[in-house]
């Protein structure tokens, strides 16, 4: 298979001549195409204001020019009514209200496409900037009074590297480049490319604009977003400011920097994470999110709280076992607002200082549009009143407001118009045993449009990444994409997935994969037994973790008639040694150096089972990929081919771990792993 320079007129070409040849394709409304995902938009980042009145968003699309995905901040009332965009801005985000709810302070690209902090005033309606910075601030909270921001964002850091004398360069003359020195453990990072000498640091800055001042210091990164104290008199932030933080990744605190003196006092001291401090209103407790390391695998964050000065710290969510997320206090300082994920479903909860919950709303929605993972955000009012972005299996996610389970509002889908005029896949919830234990699986099964169940249809397999994540029952532009090339697709949370309970992921605790291809293997059997899929046409694919997954599945059967494996990690030794999380991969996922247990790296790396491999296989790689280096699809790609077995290899020029980051990248990856199945498939008589 040759792979041409310019990957996306190609890559469009194959992908609309598939949908096209496949049977039922001509209806009364079409499929959904490859160039509508420059159609979709969505929502992300919903702000109510104090009042519940107003919501403040970021409304998000793909810009087919740019080929970039952009988005801008947009206000609505909590009826769907007087929708408008904060400003003429083409990129702004992260809109916070002022807690009158007077302004709304946001960042946006200024006129010479810097980051600054911009200011809006909801009486009047103008917009203008308030800052002037040379570097790009992140994680805005205001002060109780209004009066304040604070801030992180990046600064040169403080130690230097020594010193190397280099002669001058003649006038005129063309050298080459100097060498870079470096000496940081985490040096690159995916998606940011080579890391600059520089550690996040907290700032404040008056609401009117004007000198932000610096008031944390030191080579240390502190976590955003920071917050003001309840008195307004100090800032609380999260960072990792021991002398070692590179050799222990997770060991932050929860710091108060005092702004009389900037003095700053650790006000947690535990082996774990301790992150995201959240004041109550009423200054008696600090909630927070972490857990107590023991260098697992998985480890489910709790939601803290604790009194402000530190003291009598406790879980509120130790019976849930589940990831809390994004805490929020109620007005009234004695209940607390988060989300968290279970079976499959992201869930907005309430839970007071005795730890009694209630679920406000479940089905928040992620803002992944390409794969079906699960995530979203929300925001709460002081009345109690919410907006969260919400999942549909019909539509990327949508506004949603409400103040309990039985009230909850979506308001208009924003690719609704598009949606509105094709046929999607079906999806149907499907639940199965593990053929290794005969624990229950829960997947999504998707169907093409105009399914017939009478009739016999490829399948494909698609496996999440991660592989501590978790996929949902949610629209996703690639799982659309294969259902209306005629497939039948399945995707799933094997064991390992989060939403299920510490338990279940750390069956893969160092033993990943194995038992999980029993799971997903067990998943292909429960969809053949619906009688509908040609069994002698079944294709597999996934990215990251799912790349992994893929490669082990080659490894261990032929029953596929062809794969592709996405960015995966073909050698754990080489992985760890080169991904851009050394520090973490080798010490949470295997506990030993790999030249102190070679053995236990080599028997989980599909490397190893490369020599029973017989199915047609393609790897896809990004060129710039720090996650699961290029390297690892580069050594199963040169072994397949001196084994003889039929292989291909993408590599997508520019592309990081994040390979579908633009859309005509999302439009290029369906394309060419349809384009793969199709050249290795033959429908049955």
């Not at 002037?132 to 009066?147: E, H, I, Q, R, V």
């Not at 004398?165 to 490319?193: Q, T």
């Not at 879980?315 to 300082?333: E, F, G, N, V, Y």
């Amino acid at each position: 298979m040759t792979v041409g320079a310019r990957i996306s007129a190609a890559a469009i070409s194959i992908l609309v001549a598939v949908l096209m040849a496949t049977p039922g394709f001509a209806q009364q409304k079409p499929a959904f195409r490859p160039l509508d995902v420059f159609d979709l938009q969505w929502v992300a980042d919903p702000q109510i204001s104090p009042d519940g009145r107003s919501i403040a968003y970021v409304r998000t699309g793909y810009d087919i020019k740019s080929d970039r995905a952009r988005g801008s901040v947009w206000l609505v009332g909590i009826d769907g009514k007087n929708e408008r965009p904060l400003s003429g801005a083409p990129v702004s985000s992260s809109p916070r209200w002022s807690p009158d709810g007077s302004r709304i302070a946001y960042i946006a690209r200024a006129a010479d496409n810097s980051a600054q902090l911009f200011m809006y005033w909801t009486a009047s309606g103008v917009s203008a900037p308030i800052s002037n910075f040379t570097d790009s601030p992140s994680g805005l909270a205001w002060s109780p009074d209004g009066k304040w921001l604070t801030f992180t964002m990046p600064v040169a850091q403080e130690r230097k590297p020594f010193k190397v004398e280099l002669p001058e360069m003649p006038k005129n003359a063309k050298w080459a480049d100097p060498p870079k020195l470096i000496d940081r453990m985490v040096f690159r990072a995916d998606g940011e490319g080579y890391l600059p000498s520089a550690y996040a640091q907290v700032f404040v800055v008056s609401a009117d604009g004007g000198a932000a001042r610096q008031v944390t210091h030191g080579d240390f990164d502190h976590q955003g977003p920071p917050a003001f104290t309840a008195d307004g008199k100090g800032v609380l932030v999260a960072a990792n400011r021991r002398a070692d933080a590179d050799y222990a990744p997770l060991d932050s605190e929860i710091y108060r920097i005092d702004l009389a003196d900037d003095s700053i006092h650790a006000l947690t001291d535990r082996r774990g994470p301790d992150r995201q401090p959240v004041p109550s209103p009423d200054g008696k407790h600090i909630a927070y999110l972490g857990f107590d390391d023991r260098e697992l695998g998985y480890q489910a964050v709790q939601l803290y709280v604790m009194d402000s000065d530190g003291s009598h710290a406790h879980s509120l969510t130790a019976a849930l076992d589940r990831d809390a997320a994004s805490p929020k206090w109620l007005a009234d300082s004695k209940q607390l607002v988060f989300q968290y994920a279970d079976h499959g479903s992201t869930k907005i909860a309430a839970i007071d200082l005795a730890g009694t919950m209630r679920i406000l709303a479940d089905g928040v929605g992620g803002n992944d549009v390409s794969r079906p993972y699960a995530g979203g955000s929300f925001s709460v009012a002081a009345n109690g009143r919410f907006a969260f972005t919400k999942e549909s299996p019909t539509a990327p996610p949508v506004l949603a407001t409400g103040t309990s389970m039985r009230d909850i509002t979506s308001l208009e889908s924003l690719s609704g118009n598009l949606l509105g005029q094709r046929t999607l896949g079906a999806l149907e919830e499907i639940s199965f045993e593990s053929s290794a234990d005969h624990r229950r699986m829960q997947g999504w099964i998707v169907k093409p449009p105009g399914f017939d169940p009478a009739k016999k249809y490829p399948f494909i397999l698609e496996i999440h990444g991660g592989p501590f994540a978790m996929y949902a029952p949610s629209f996703a532009a690639e799982i659309q994409l294969y259902a209306s090339a005629g497939y039948v697709v399945l995707y799933m949370n094997p064991r390992g997935s989060t939403g299920y309970g510490e338990e279940f992921a750390n069956l893969i605790h160092h033993d990943y994969p194995n038992k999980d291809y029993d799971d997903l293997i067990s998943g292909v059997d429960a969809v053949i037994g619906r009688g509908y899929v040609d069994t002698s046409r079944l294709f597999v694919t996934g990215g990251s973790g799912g790349g992994v997954l893929t490669a082990w599945i080659v490894g261990h059967t032929d029953r596929f008639r062809a794969a592709v494996v996405v960015k995966p990690v073909i050698n754990w030794t080489s992985f760890v040694l080169t991904g851009d999380m050394t520090n973490y991969f080798y010490r949470y996922w295997f506990g030993e150096f790999p030249w102190d247990d070679m053995q236990a790296y080599w028997k989980r790396s599909p490397l190893a089972y490369v020599g029973n491999v017989k199915t047609p296989t393609m790897l896809m790689t990004g060129e710039v990929d720090y996650r699961t280096p290029s390297s690892e699809a580069e050594q199963f790609y040169q072994a397949l081919k001196l084994r003889k077995v039929d292989t291909a290899l993408v590599r997508v020029p520019n592309a990081s771990h994040d390979i579908s980051a633009r859309p005509s990248l999302l439009i290029d990856k369906a394309a060419y792993v349809l384009a793969w199945f199709k050249s290795h498939d033959a429908p049955s008589p």
